[in-house]
């Protein structure tokens, strides 16, 4: 199947710095990609849509200017965490579907990354 | 986006089946039912997806009734491999910029 891969799968970094994460679609082109944060013991939590060419979208009570996504080409989203805090500890990961592969009428699957574990000190 | 329910935890024993069901009451008539499965530290995995009756593939098997408001996903002859948590989502989306909002999931804990 499609593979979406992650990168860094593990940072660690100061509070103040800003820490950049990648996620390519290997496989296949993804124009929209998803961003997930995850902490211990709870469910995935959507932070934004990441669009190929244009302007992320952003949840609800997610910082636009705290967590900026590119999405450059039709396989690369990144997440920088900016000015991280010990509060942005998480579990970071992207999600993309492969629409081209998916039978027509059906919710394409989603692929997910590994996950970036970020640790601020 | 229909509102999905499932149990918190549950536990079962190597060899067992395994049925989880999830609750979907306001589920739209587009609308799939989709399986995620994931372990520590990793993304989660897609299982199985279907919209209504039974579908079932090499790793499970979904039980769809005819309203759609619930769902089961059944595990046969689990093993200690399959501790894990099982996300069931109820969504639209036949593009690729469709939203996935997981709820809660269920914690699975296998036993030898």
């Known amino acids: 199947g499609a593979v979406v891969s992650q990168h860094p799968s593990r940072v660690i970094c100061k509070s103040g710095t800003s820490v950049k994460i990648e996620c390519r679609s290997l496989?296949?082109?993804?124009?929209?990609m998803f961003w997930y944060r995850q902490f211990p013991k709870q469910s995935l939590m959507l932070m934004a849509t990441s669009n190929e060419g244009s302007k992320a979208t952003y949840e609800q009570g997610v910082e636009k200017d705290k967590f900026l996504i590119n999405h450059a080409s039709l396989t690369l989203s990144t997440l920088t965490v900016t000015s991280a805090h010990p509060e942005d500890s998480s579990f970071y990961i992207c999600?993309?579907?492969?629409?081209?592969?998916?039978?027509?009428?059906?919710?394409?699957?989603?692929?997910f990354g590994q996950g970036t574990r970020l640790t601020v000190v | 986006l229909a509102k999905t329910t499932q149990p918190v935890s549950m536990d079962s024993y190597e060899g067992q089946e395994v049925n989880i069901t999830c609750s979907h009451n306001n589920i739209a008539t587009n609308d799939y039912i989709t399986w995620y499965q994931q372990f520590p530290s990793q993304g989660p995995r897609f299982i199985i997806q279907g919209y209504k009756t039974k579908v079932t593939n090499e790793v499970a098997s979904l039980f769809i009734p005819a309203d759609r408001k619930s769902s089961t996903l059944s595990l046969p002859r689990v093993s200690l491999s399959d501790t894990a948590v099982y996300y069931c989502l109820a969504s639209t989306g036949y593009s690729s910029a469709s939203k996935i909002i997981f709820g809660s999931g269920t914690r699975l804990s296998i036993r030898p």
């Open positions: 999600s993309a579907r492969d629409e081209e592969g998916a039978p027509a009428f059906v919710v394409a699957e989603a692929f």
């Open positions: 496989d296949f082109q993804a124009t929209t």
